[in-house]
């Protein structure tokens, strides 16, 4: 079992940023992938950013070049960096962790924590 919690979200201006941070606990957390998924009202979740437990990353199209995705395994966090922040980023963020034999979208979750980008 996992536990995860997402803190940092909030109210930023367009052209802001905001970093998230996914604190894990309850396993052993180098072991799983990380993921940022974000949902924004009327719409489907989706993929924002994605690390695996050797590093490997990959970003949505939509965040690439704004976002930047890490880890920490000795704090068991995962983080978001985002830049240059848009109103189309606003969404409820969501952490994920899922283990080496898990397909993306399965595994554990936190709670969300709610990013709006607005003037």
């Known amino acids: 079992q996992v536990q995860l919690v997402e803190s940092g979200g909030g109210l930023v201006q367009p052209g802001g940023s905001l970093r998230l941070s996914c604190a894990a606990s309850?396993?052993?957390?180098?072991?799983?992938?990380m993921a940022w998924y974000r949902q924004a009202p009327g719409k489907q979740r989706e993929l924002a950013a994605d690390?695996?437990?050797?590093?490997?990353?990959t970003y949505a199209d939509s965040v690439k070049g704004r976002f930047t995705i890490s880890r920490d395994n000795a704090k068991n966090t995962m983080y978001l960096q985002m830049n240059s922040l848009k109103p189309e980023d606003t969404a409820v963020y969501y952490c994920?962790?899922?283990?080496?034999?898990?397909?993306?979208?399965?595994?554990?979750w936190g709670q969300g924590t709610q990013v709006t980008v607005s003037s």
């Open positions: 994920n962790a899922r283990g080496p034999a898990s397909p993306k979208g399965r595994g554990y």
């Open positions: 309850g396993s052993i957390f180098s072991i799983y992938a």
């Open positions: 690390i695996t437990a050797g590093g490997s990353i």
